[in-house]
């Protein structure tokens, strides 16, 4: 393993195991139906004014910031080892731990402030519409223009930013503090309208979750690229995936072609 390699792992581990850990409580708090804010079906369908108030004189605003940063965590993660692997690198070994810990602050931070836009968002849609595939159908609508904008790429780009950052003192702190809140920005612009996607979807929260997850992580391969209207998806991903599948196809062809010539010598002798 080569010492590039070993950093990356260094990272990429701890990264997964978090978002391994997050999407575990997600699994267990959803079976045991205590995902009430956003993971039940139970209590969008029906919800009224009168409703949402009611529901949070029971569920306090701590344990629904909760329920969002562990959706946040475990859909989010993923995509952060890039930016964690430039502030590992740039910063002194003793002073690593702390760096990240900043960046993790401040990218969290923003992400929790973003969950109230996101979450009104979808409650609007549900006050407007009582039925679930209007509720999905807007949410679609508004994914799918920002998906094709201009804005979505700007936001793209800046996600691959990776600025210099100071290695000493108070300046070191305050650079992967504002770092993690560059991030933050730049990743809440580029997620928010999928986030959508799985908050707006009754009885299948969880799936619908995962397939975001896996759709923003994709994204999140292709390289920064002039910002235009255009149909935009995962071409990186598609390639990577549709190389690895003929690549092996030939393979196993020309393995097949030299057991039958084998086997044809085998006979004429």
Known sequence: MTPAAYERLQIRIPLTVAAAAAWVAVVTLSDQRRLVAFCSSDVWPALSLDQLALAMTFYSPARLAGEWMLMVAAMMTPMLAGAVGHVRARSLPRRRMRSMALFMIGYCAIWAA????????VLALQLMQSSSIVTIALAGSLVLVWQFSPGKQICLNHCHDQPPLAAYGIRADL???????????????ACWALMLVPLATQGGHL??????????????????????????????????????????????????????SESAGVKAT
């Open 207 to 260: 799936p619908a979750m995962a397939v975001t997850s896996a759709f923003l992580i994709a994204e999140r391969l292709d390289k920064p690229r002039r910002p235009t209207w255009e149909v935009r998806w995962p071409s990186t991903a598609a390639r990577l995936l549709w190389f690895r599948l003929v690549r092996f196809r030939p393979v196993r062809f020309r393995l097949g072609l030299w057991r039958r």
């Open 114 to 121: 973003c969950g109230i836009p996101i979450v009104l968002a």
């Open 175 to 189: 650079a992967a503090l504002g770092y993690g809140v560059a991030q933050g920005i730049w990743c809440c612009g």
